[in-house]
């Protein structure tokens, strides 16, 4: 079985300030990984993924997350935030059967 | 291009009543996952379905079941509804099991009154 862990609920950080938003995973086979970012009042958009090869991954809009297997972890970084990242954020695996399981979530929220 | 659709986006129910959502998934793409989302909570997996056949079972209610039909949309039944039932309700579909990239809709919010 596997399982995500999203450190911290809630990460308040200034505008144009780099960000980390935490999460590990455990889980007894090979995984594949997702962040997906859900805005207020909106669905989930997948943010990025690590299905195999190159441990980082990156997205269109900036953000980018390292797959390391020894530390369990998929941390996703931002070198410099907008107003506009305001969202949930969901770290997610996929142990390569259907289910994908999210983590709690931690909410991003920029100081202007 | 196309995306998944979900119907209807806002659903309002009593308690006791019966709801159905439907969910039409991304051309080409052969399954079908569904999730529930409640207040503040991490979206939790219902049920899945490949190729009209349920593949994967999560945390579903018995009051709760689910189809794919043969042009692969798929309909999520809910009787007697309770007011936990509140939640928003993704969609998502791949191609194939296992892995895949699974790309979500829109959601229905049900409210149960």
């Known amino acids: 079985a596997q399982s995500v862990t999203q450190l911290d609920s809630q990460v308040p950080v200034f505008e144009e300030a780099p960000v980390e938003l935490r999460c590990n995973y455990s889980s007894s086979v090979s995984v594949y990984l997702f962040w997906y970012v859900q805005y207020p009042n909106q669905g989930l958009q997948l943010l990025l993924k690590?299905?195999?090869?190159?441990?980082l991954v990156e997205s269109i809009n900036g953000f980018e997350a390292e797959f390391n297997k020894s530390q369990t972890s998929f941390h996703l970084r931002k070198p410099s935030v907008h107003i506009s990242d305001t969202a949930e954020y969901f770290c997610?695996?996929?142990?390569?059967?259907?289910?994908?399981?999210f983590g709690k979530g931690t909410r991003l929220h920029i100081l202007p | 291009a196309a995306g998944v659709i979900q119907s209807p986006r806002h659903l309002i129910k009593e308690k006791r009543e019966t709801a159905t959502l439907k969910c039409y998934p991304i051309p080409r793409h052969d399954t079908v996952y569904w999730y529930q989302q409640g207040p503040g909570q991490d979206p939790q997996f219902l049920i899945s379905f490949y190729e009209k056949m349920q593949s994967d079972k999560g945390s579903i209610p018995d009051r709760f079941s689910a189809q794919q039909f043969s042009d692969y949309h798929s309909e999520l039944n809910m009787s007697s509804l309770e007011l936990g039932d509140s939640a928003l309700y993704f969609c998502?579909?791949?191609?194939?099991?296992?892995?895949?990239?699974?790309?979500f809709g829109p959601g229905t919010r049900l409210t149960v009154t």
């Open positions: 997610a695996v996929s142990g390569g059967d259907d289910k994908i399981i």
């Open positions: 998502a579909s791949s191609t194939g099991t296992g892995g895949h990239e699974q790309y």
């Open positions: 690590y299905l195999s090869g190159s441990t």
